[in-house]
C-alpha cells in the first residue's frame, strides 16, 4: 500500500503556498495521510492562529468524511441533510470549505486543509495541492516519487 510521505506533502504545501501567494494571502496549510493523521503543516507569516486548528480540522474531515468539506457546508444547512454534523466529533468536523481528499481509484491517501481567506479562496488554495498530487508521476515509472493520477470524489463545481 502506498502511504503519502513527507517528501510529498511537502510538494503539496509548496504548491499550496504559491497559490496562496499568487492570491495575495496568508494562508495556514495542512496534510494529513490516510489516516487522518497531520503529515505536514505549514504556517504562512501573518497567518491567523485560529487558522492553524481550523486548517487541520479541515483536512481531517475532508479525509474522516471521504468528501470535500465544501460539500458538507451545504447539507449543514438549517433543513439540510445533515444539518447538527457539525456539532458531532468534539466539534471538530468543519463545513467550511477547503478541505479536499486525495483521491486514486477510489482510495483515499490523504487531505489537505487551508485557511486564511474566503472559502472558495481555501478551496482554490487546497486545489493547487490537488493538483500537484495529480501531476506526480507513479512510483512504475522513472524517477516517480510515489503517485500516479488522482480523482476527486465530488460533484462540487468549485473543485
Known amino acids: 500500500m502506498h502511504r503519502l510521505t513527507l517528501e510529498v506533502a511537502k510538494t503539496l504545501l509548496a504548491a ?3 497559490k496562496a501567494r499568487e492570491l495575495g494571502l496568508s494562508c495556514d496549510i495542512a496534510i494529513v495521510d490516510d489516516g487522518a493523521n497531520l503529515v505536514a503543516f505549514y504556517r504562512m507569516d501573518n497567518a491567523r492562529i485560529a487558522g492553524i486548528d481550523i486548517s487541520q480540522s479541515k483536512a481531517w474531515t475532508s479525509v474522516a468524511m471521504r468528501m470535500p468539506t465544501s460539500n458538507l457546508a ?5 433543513g439540510g441533510p445533515t444539518f447538527g454534523i457539525n456539532t458531532t466529533n468534539n466539534g471538530k468536523l468543519v463545513i467550511l470549505g477547503g478541505g479536499i481528499p486525495l483521491v486514486r481509484g477510489g482510495t483515499i491517501y490523504g487531505g489537505v ?3 486564511g481567506g474566503t472559502s472558495a479562496q481555501d478551496i482554490e488554495v487546497a486545489n493547487a495541492a490537488v493538483h500537484a498530487f495529480e501531476s506526480m508521476r507513479g512510483a512504475s515509472e522513472p524517477g516517480g516519487p510515489q503517485f500516479g493520477s488522482v480523482r476527486i470524489g465530488s460533484v462540487n463545481p468549485y473543485i
Open 16 to 18: 499550496a503556498e504559491r
Open 113 to 115: 486543509g487551508v485557511s
Open 74 to 78: 451545504q447539507s449543514a444547512q438549517p
